[in-house]
């Protein structure tokens, strides 16, 4: 997280960062890593988001790093550069498909199985 706001973005005033539910994934563990005030300098610079813990989309990300691994991953790549290529390729070759998945779970079944995530909008009540 340090080097997020130290030496990847310095100049971001705010830096969203996205992660899993993971113990160490917390404002706490920088206070166990890090003095008091190097822990407040780093965390005035971050904001956390976490994913759900249980939600379709996490498969609909699985399938596609999937498709990834076996249409562009599938071989042992040793150069960084020639990685990135690749991926760019493939995501390019992908998105002129329009490859799409069907999405199945919608704000109405969120709703009936997530109550307590998706409060009532003002239109619903």
């Known amino acids: 997280m340090r080097d997020l706001i130290d030496i990847h973005y310095p100049n971001a005033e705010i830096i969203r960062v996205v992660q899993d539910n993971l113990s160490t994934h ?3 563990a920088l206070y166990q890593a890090f003095p008091p005030a190097e822990a407040r300098r780093i965390l005035r610079r971050l904001e956390f988001h976490y994913t759900p813990k249980h939600a379709s989309w996490l498969n609909m990300v699985e399938i ?3 498709v990834l691994r076996g249409q562009c991953l599938d071989r042992r790549i040793d150069d960084p550069k020639r990685l990135r290529r690749e ?3 493939w995501e390019r070759q992908r998105n002129a498909a329009r490859s799409r998945m069907k999405w199945m779970f919608t704000t109405d079944k969120a709703r009936a199985k997530m109550a307590g995530a998706y409060p009532a909008t003002p239109k619903e009540s």
């Open 64 to 66: 596609e790093i999937s």
């Open 87 to 89: 991926i760019t390729a």
């Open 26 to 28: 917390s404002a706490g």
